[in-house]
């Protein structure tokens, strides 16, 4: 039987204190920059459609010089596959326990 491993952001909700300092510290991007991502996919998937890859995401990434390898990898680690994955699997717990910066 395969190991299932949680998803980090999964675990999001039950952290405080030090626990959730770490996974703050542990992430790709500072949390404020994480919060824009969220934010600014969200935009631009108002007025379009997911075209089931990163596209905005990458856009965001290339317009703050952020590092792609890290950020999509954290994304897809946790269900952010696309654009749209990142507002259904991501933002929803994100902005339950950070909130929008």
Known sequence: MPIVRKREIENLEQLSGEELQAFLDSLPARQATISELIDYVEDELYESECNHSLQYSMRFMMEK???????????NNNGGYCDCKVLEQIAPIWRNKIGDD
Do not use: E, Q, V, Y
């Open 65 to 75: 010089r952020l590092d792609f390898g890290k950020i999509t990898s954290w994304l």
